[in-house]
């Protein structure tokens, strides 16, 4: 831009200040004539437009009025990033902690997931809940429970980033691809007795998960279901007598009597068995036991343990329900008890279509999002890049607002049923989008 070598002038006073003086110090002087005299003889201020060297046009050809339609985008480029082996995907979910994309371990072709957590946050979390679970999963070997492939740090970027191994959904995204928010028995029956098979292995480890929920229990391609998130979880004392706990950080719908309650010490495992017959209640029913429109009005309710169950609920399912949702923890169900129940141990018909796995980013067939960054780096730029006008990103834009008004009228359970954010988010995807030119214009109107 061009500099101007005159400067803008203030005003200049040519005035004498003795003859204000002289009218201030005589007596007969008002405050009319003394303005008067201060501004008779003030020179005008002087702009750089009165110069006539510097012209009107040559100084507004710097701005532009730029019609929407004139404006394009281009959708934004893939940048093949590495971290290690690993090839970044696209993100899968965002939570508190950080965010979860899809990766692709260059050596064998496997399909991962990490979790890259910034320094700064994660050093935040309560009861260093993050080197609790990563010291918990290096031990957890089981087909129904989250596997950690590996763990990386960043020491420039102040990151850490855990490897586990894929999974493209979680069961509370399933019950929410479906009308009524809840899942055929059959189905049901066979993701509850995973989640089973998973707490019996924990048990024997003497691990106490205390947050067992849907939006916890993760999906594979092949329909396995897999126990995440052990961020509350707690190890008890190999020496320990008995699984008491202290502490309890679950989510607030699907926690207990005892903690609603406030109990000082309670047992673990019964926690856990209660937190699984909300569960249960609630991906066979779609609706939640205990709801309320605060927290302390939830944990009101789930303390006085009242709750209603829907009359089209056998009796099978029914008396499980209310064996492992006792208010007293001595009289619940153990997990044993649980797994010899009738309503387990029976083979459901399938007398209804199974509810299929959503789609992974809008696509049906949950393809690699680690394909196109793969084909950026090997292939270059696209010769065909898609271009975008200002009036297709606002109908776009429309479009997605009609979406979330819809998604926002439907029926939804209580907001503390899912107070802390799952690996798979429910964050609707937009294309990413940036500027990259305007269209030649055939005149340039000053503004």
């Known amino acids: 831009m061009r500099r101007y070598s005159k400067p803008l002038l203030l005003p200049t006073f040519s005035t004498s200040l003795a003859p204000l003086i002289a009218i201030h110090n005589s007596s007969g002087a008002d405050e009319e004539e003394i303005d008067n005299e201060i501004f008779r003889d003030i020179e005008p201020v002087k702009w750089i437009n009165d110069d006539p060297n510097y012209g009107l046009d040559e100084i507004n050809m710097f701005f532009h009025r730029v019609d929407s339609d004139q404006i394009i985008y281009e959708e934004k480029k893939k940048k093949c990033k590495f971290i290690g082996k690993y090839v970044m995907g696209d993100v899968l979910g965002e939570g508190s902690y950080g965010k979860v994309k899809e990766v692709l371990d260059s050596e064998t072709l496997c399909r991962r997931a990490v979790k890259i957590l910034k320094k700064k946050k994660h050093l935040k979390l309560p009861n260093g809940e993050i080197q609790r679970e990563i010291k918990l999963l290096r031990i957890l070997k089981h087909k129904n429970v989250i596997n950690l492939v590996d763990v990386l740090y960043n020491d420039e970027k102040r990151k850490m980033y855990l490897i586990m191994e894929f999974c493209v959904c979680g069961l509370q995204d399933m019950l929410e691809s479906t009308p009524l928010k809840k899942l055929p028995l059959w189905q049901a029956h066979d993701y509850f007795c995973q989640l089973l098979d998973g707490l019996e292995y924990l048990y024997s480890k003497g691990i106490v998960h205390k947050d067992i929920k849907p939006g916890n229990l993760l999906l594979t391609l092949d329909g396995t279901l897999k126990i995440s998130d052990f961020g509350v979880a707690e190890a008890l004392d ?210």
């Open 238 to 447: 190999m020496f320990s007598i008995d699984d008491t706990c202290k502490m309890g950080q679950g989510s607030p719908a699907f926690q207990p009597p005892e903690i609603a309650n406030g109990c000082e010490t309670f047992s673990g495992f019964k926690v856990d068995i209660w937190s699984s017959g909300v569960t249960l209640y609630n991906i066979t029913t779609g609706q939640y036991p205990f709801e309320g429109d605060t927290i302390y009005k939830l944990y009101e309710n789930i303390g006085k343990g009242e709750y209603t169950i829907p009359e089209e609920v056998e009796e099978p399912l029914r008396s499980l329900i209310e064996g492992m949702l006792q208010k007293d923890a001595e009289d619940r169900f153990t997990l044993q008890q649980v797994k010899r129940h009738p309503w387990t141990i029976c083979r459901h018909p399938r007398t209804e279509n199974e509810v299929p796995l959503p789609p992974l980013r809008g696509s049906k067939c949950h393809s690699m999002t680690v394909l196109p960054y793969l084909m950026e780096y090997h292939y270059g730029v696209d010769d065909n890049p898609t271009y975008y006008t200002e009036h297709q990103l606002n109908e776009e834009r429309r479009l997605q607002e009609m979406d979330r008004t819809s998604e926002d009228q439907k029926p939804t359970c209580n907001s503390h049923c899912n107070n802390k954010s799952n690996t798979h988010s429910k964050r609707r995807w937009r294309k990413p989008i940036s500027c990259i030119g305007i269209k030649k214009f055939p005149s340039c109107k000053p503004s």
